[in-house]
């Protein structure tokens, strides 16, 4: 099967799965929402630690998601996946999250560089992801979420631009700034 082919499975898979639930949940399920909950959280976790960096903040953030989701679900029509939907839900609410520093990134940084430093013994594929994580962790904010969600998530720049109300010239050149950082970082 093609990569193509296999796309339209997952989005046709997805369609039948969450259709029935997501007019449940509209009705007013909370059972229904839960199981929603349940087959996106994971997903909704990674993208908010990945671009918060710190595990306390991407939790409370992937809360925040699903209970935005569960306020404006009656919002989604149903024109695109119901994960496509809450996946730009979820960049909005983390942008917005950036725009209220906690200080807890530092903390963050401390835990991978204690986790870095204490990986002897480990297979050198762990120790590799753990260097990438912690030189990730310590990219600037933004060049940091712009990396994630164009390298890591596959969003298009356009789809980056329109969620962190930046503009594409802008956003291409933190994702330049980013990658350079991550070479220079991982050279060491």
């Given at each position: 099967?093609?990569s193509n082919q296999?796309?339209?499975?997952?989005?046709?898979?997805?369609?039948?799965?969450?259709?029935?639930?997501?007019?449940?949940?509209?009705?007013?399920?909370?059972?229904?929402f839960e199981a929603?909950?349940?087959?996106?959280?994971?997903?909704?976790?990674?993208?908010?630690?990945?671009?918060?960096?710190?595990?306390?903040?991407?939790?409370?953030?992937?809360?925040?998601?699903?209970?935005?989701?569960?306020?404006?679900?009656?919002?989604?029509?149903?024109?695109?996946?119901?994960?496509?939907?809450?996946?730009?839900?979820?960049?909005?609410?983390?942008?917005?999250?950036?725009?209220?520093?906690?200080?807890?990134?530092?903390?963050?940084?401390?835990?991978?560089?204690?986790?870095?430093?204490?990986?002897?013994?480990?297979?050198?594929?762990l120790v590799l992801?753990?260097?990438?994580?912690?030189?990730?962790?310590?990219?600037?904010?933004?060049?940091?979420?712009?990396?994630?969600?164009?390298?890591?998530?596959?969003?298009?720049?356009?789809?980056?631009?329109?969620?962190?109300?930046?503009?594409?010239?802008?956003?291409?050149?933190?994702?330049?700034?980013?990658?350079?950082?991550?070479?220079?970082?991982?050279?060491?």
């Amino acid at each position: 099967m093609t990569s193509n082919q296999l796309q339209h499975k997952a989005e046709s898979l997805e369609r039948e799965d969450t259709v029935e639930l997501i007019a449940q949940a509209k009705s007013g399920s909370h059972a229904a929402f839960e199981a929603i909950y349940r087959m996106h959280v994971g997903r909704v976790y990674a993208i908010c630690l990945r671009i918060l960096a710190d595990r306390a903040r991407a939790e409370e953030v992937t809360q925040k998601v699903f209970i935005r989701a569960w306020a404006k679900l009656n919002s989604f029509r149903g024109e695109s996946l119901f994960s496509s939907w809450l996946y730009k839900l979820a960049v909005n609410v983390i942008v917005g999250e950036l725009k209220c520093p906690t200080g807890r990134i530092e903390q963050q940084s401390a835990e991978i560089e204690t986790r870095c430093h204490t990986s002897s013994g480990l297979e050198p594929s762990l120790v590799l992801r753990l260097d990438l994580e912690k030189a990730i962790a310590l990219l600037p904010e933004q060049a940091r979420t712009i990396f994630v969600l164009h390298d890591i998530e596959g969003l298009t720049y356009g789809e980056i631009a329109q969620a962190m109300k930046l503009a594409v010239g802008y956003g291409k050149a933190q994702l330049s700034r980013a990658r350079k950082l991550l070479r220079e970082a991982l050279k060491q």
